[in-house]
């Protein structure tokens, strides 16, 4: 039990600094764009930029629902099961765990790729 809550807790700490976490890039040299000083471009981005986040935006909620019923799935099986299948259980609560944390924090990395690979 007492690894369960350790490892819900460095999850939940992962999870606290990839939200809180911001980007900064600094770049140096002669080989700077004026557009890129100016934040002036000529590509319009607007319409993929929106696709790709309904995408993350249905992804993540898909993923959501689906971790939610395999979690009342799990619940009730290890409610109603014997001493061996508890124990089975308990083996699939971790990767349960960690494949929901990821799920719930899939929408913050995919910001967190997005906004790195713009300013690269």
Do not use: C
């Amino acid at each position: 039990m007492k690894k369960v809550s350790k490892i819900t807790s460095f999850l939940l700490v992962v999870m606290i600094v990839l939200t809180l976490a911001t980007n900064v890039l600094a770049a140096t040299g002669t080989d700077v764009k004026p557009e890129q000083i100016t934040g002036e471009s000529s590509v319009d981005v607007s319409g993929v930029t929106s696709f790709g986040n309904s995408i993350v935006r249905v992804l993540s909620t898909i993923g959501v629902v689906i971790s939610v019923i395999v979690l009342i799935v799990l619940g009730i099986k290890y409610m109603l099961g014997s001493a061996e299948e508890k124990a089975e259980y308990k083996k699939t609560l971790l990767p349960y765990v960690i494949g929901a944390a990821l799920i719930f924090a899939a929408s913050t990395i995919a910001t967190m790729v997005y906004t790195f690979m713009q300013n690269v």
